[in-house]
């Protein structure tokens, strides 16, 4: 029994522990070397869901991740319940390195990059060939972004049973893109052998049909589409966040994201688009410092009509280097 008064001694003292509790702080962190293997599908509302071991199973980011984000595509390590139950939730406690990242601004002069998906190895550019129609501009920043994030890009143009697809496939023809041209009602049967073994995400702006066909790839997870305006020629954002989706028979992952009405490209070092033109970019050891490539001393333009490589391919640099500066909408 506790004592009172001048009866007590040193034994009867009582410490309390400091505002900020009594255990000591540390900066050493759990490894947490039994986590198990995720892979994000996706996030909303700061709720992870993540497959793990073949069960889907929601988690949060832990507190040790501090401001690091976690975004569709990640690989992560999950402790806790990963029972996938209702109303179960674990802890993602450490993101791995990623392979690529894709990024966007919101708008060029937006210095705050978004991160659209991470460890895609491919990127599906989708637009549509009438209702509504191409916005070559809109395709040439989405290459650019690819190019940055050492994506290959593949364009997918659809409902080419409303309007003939050649003028904009020779268009892109000498980027080297592949491009395949798919039919409304049929369009797994153009794009499916393309994205096997792949992890694809795919881009368009809304309307353009890209949800409609992620669900034709994997139509048991069928998501809901929309319609596109009649008065201005715009669809309606009926995808609100990125969502992987395995292929059938294991052949790969398909990314939905978002309709985009622009596709931002602050983050980009323009320097860095020419890794994108291996023909292209020995010619550049003659260029001076800094050279933009679009401008009278530019090395490039001897090395083109040396022969190296072919004039269509410099125009092809110059119109997306000229696509990072400019806005979509001008």
């Known amino acids: 029994m506790r004592r009172y008064g001048k009866h007590t001694d040193e034994d009867d003292i009582r410490i309390r522990p400091g505002r900020r509790g009594s255990r000591p702080r540390t900066r050493l962190r759990p490894k947490h070397e039994d986590a198990a293997e995720g892979f994000v599908l996706t996030v909303d509302r700061g709720r992870v869901t993540t497959l793990v071991d073949g069960r889907t199973v929601t988690a949060m980011k832990a507190r040790e991740l501090g401001r690091k984000g976690v975004v569709v595509g990640d690989r992560v390590a999950v402790v806790g319940d990963l029972s996938g139950e209702k109303d179960t939730l674990a802890r993602i406690v450490r993101v791995e390195p990623r392979t690529s990242v894709l990024r966007r601004t919101a708008d060029d002069d937006d210095p705050y990059e978004r991160v659209v998906v991470a460890n895609a190895d491919q990127l599906a550019i989708v637009t549509a060939l009438a209702d509504p129609e191409p916005r070559p501009r809109l395709i040439d920043r989405c290459l650019v972004a690819a190019f940055d994030a050492g994506l290959d890009p593949l364009l997918v143009l659809t409902k080419a049973d409303l309007a003939p697809a050649e003028e904009l496939l020779a268009a892109y023809a000498p980027l080297g893109v592949r491009a395949v041209a798919a039919r409304h009602d049929e369009p797994v049967a153009a794009v499916r052998h393309l994205l096997d073994g792949r992890v694809t995400a795919f881009v368009g702006h809304s309307g353009v049909g890209k ?53 931002g490209l602050h983050h980009v070092d323009p320097s860095r688009v020419i890794h994108a033109f291996p023909d292209l970019e020995p010619g550049t050891e003659g260029c001076p410092r800094a050279c933009s490539h679009d401008e009278p001393d530019c090395a490039l333009d001897a090395w083109v009509t040396e022969g190296h490589a072919e004039p269509a391919r410099l125009y092809s640099l110059r119109r997306l280097l000229a696509a990072r500066e400019r806005r979509e909408g001008d």
Do not use: K, Q, Y
């Open 211 to 263: 949800t409609t066909l992620v669900n034709a790839l994997v139509p048991e997870r069928s998501r809901a589409t929309g319609h596109v305006n009649a008065v201005t020629g715009r669809g309606r954002h009926t995808t609100t966040s990125a969502l992987a989706l395995p292929l059938p028979d294991g052949g790969g992952w398909v990314i939905d994201t978002p309709g985009v009405r622009s596709f």
